[in-house]
Every structure is written in C-alpha cells, then in structure tokens.
C-alpha cells in the first residue's frame, strides 16, 4: 500500500514539472515568432509569444546565431519588454517597467516618474545588453491606446520607415492621415505564407536623448490598402514573421 502511495505521489510531482514546461522546452507551445538580423554578424534576434503548461506564458526577445534552431529557453531571453535602439553588433537597448510601489492600490499613492529608476547591464552572445527600467506608473501615464490605419504607400530609410495617405476604417471618426514617421525600434510585419503582409505592428516608443525620459509609448495596427509583400521592406530593424 505504501509502495503504490509512493508511486501516485512520484507520478504526480513528475507530471507537474512536465506540465510546468521542466520536462524540456518542447512542451511550449510558440504562438508568435518573429526575427530580423543583426547586422555584421551570424547573430539573429527573435522576438516570440508561447504557452506553456498550466497557463505558463512568456513574451520576450532571444539571440541566437543564425546555424541555431529556436526553442523556447526563459533562461536566455533579455530582460526588456520594448527596443529603443536597431540592435547591432556591440550593442542593444531595450527598456521595461517595474512596479516599484506604483502598481494596484498603490497607483495613485506615489507620484509619476518619467526617467529610469535603474539600468541593469548585461550580455548575451558576446553583445552588450542595455535595459533602462521605469517606474509602472511614469511609464503608463505616458503610454496612449492602439492606432488602427490602412496605408497606401511607404518609404524606408536605414533607421525609419513612412506610411502616406493612412485612413482609420475602424472608428466612427475615420481620422486621415498624410502620412507617420517611426523610427526604427519595435516594428513587426506579420505575413501570411505566401509573403503577403496582413498587419504592420508598431510600438513606437519615443524616449529623450538626453535625460531618458519617456515622453510616449504609442500602438498602431497598419495595414496595407493593396497587397504588398514582406521582401520590399528591408531585413533591418524591422522584425519579419517566421513561417514555417
């Protein structure tokens, strides 16, 4: 009787490492992959969505070198929630937020800050990783609602990208637009596959050069009127859906 108690117990710790995703990281499920390469090097950054067991749920940005199949390892992704920068070679810039007493009931307790409350330095496959952390309140009452435009056009320079004659289908206001400038930082194309695009993601993080203060974070969804494929946006700074 001990013996088949032992045993129940034993099966059901192993099945909950299994469920929890300790049993290898094949048990995650990847909802959304997306990459672009890191110019001057084999290196490729990924930026992906997965589930794993009991709710388990990560969100994040993972190096690896181009010869390296991904799959989900929490231990290897960098610590920000948004880029600031193009990554390079040498270097890459990212920021996050933590709650620092400004979460929940404590939210309207503290007051704003608008500038990190700390940097934390790292590296990851031989580059340097920069992350400047913000306060959860400073951070969010700098952060808008989502954006959703159709563009017909686009023009790309090596750190930004234009959309022309954009129109909000969506709202009751059907805003128009002559045209968004983004600079390069967290921009995803989704695409269907046969390349097509079927949504433009970006999260366009606007932060002073000199103090580091966030002065928005602001959400578009675009897409195109006409169909257009993912090859005519260049492979940097910009993150590509990976099909497979």
């Not at 990459?35 to 940005?61: C, M, P």
């Not at 890459?92 to 503290?110: L, R």
């Not at 022309?164 to 128009?176: A, F, Q, R, T």
């Not at 195109?224 to 990976?242: A, I, M, Q």
Request: glycine content about 6%.
């Amino acid at each position: 009787m001990k013996n088949a108690i032992y045993l129940i117990l034993l099966f059901g710790f192993f099945f909950a490492l299994y469920s929890c995703g300790f049993g290898g990281w094949g048990e995650w499920k990847v909802s959304e992959l997306y990459n672009q390469k890191i110019e001057g090097t084999s290196k490729i950054l990924y930026k992906y969505d997965a589930w794993g067991g009991r709710d388990s749920h990560v969100s994040d940005f993972v190096i690896l070198d181009s010869t390296e199949k991904f799959k989900v390892k929490p231990s290897e992704n960098l610590p920000f929630t948004y880029l600031q920068e193009i990554p390079d070679k040498i270097f890459i810039k990212g920021v996050s937020h933590i709650c620092d007493n400004s979460c929940g009931e404590n939210y309207y307790k503290t007051s704003p800050i608008f500038i990190p409350i700390k940097e934390e330095n790292s590296e990851k496959q031989s580059i340097k990783i920069a992350n400047n952390i913000y306060q959860y309140r400073g951070f969010s009452e700098r952060s808008k609602g989502l954006e959703r435009f159709q563009f017909e056009k686009f023009r790309e320079i090596r750190d930004s990208l234009f959309f022309y004659n954009l129109d909000d289908v969506e709202s009751m206001e059907g805003k128009h637009l002559d045209s968004l400038k983004f600079k390069k930082t967290d921009i995803v194309i989704k695409q269907n596959k046969e390349q097509q695009i079927t949504q433009i993601v970006i999260e366009d993080l606007i932060i002073g050069n000199s103090s580091n203060e966030i002065i928005l974070k602001q959400s578009y969804f675009l897409t195109p009127k006409n169909k257009l494929k993912s090859n005519v946006f260049s492979d940097y700074g910009v993150f590509k859906e990976v099909i497979k």
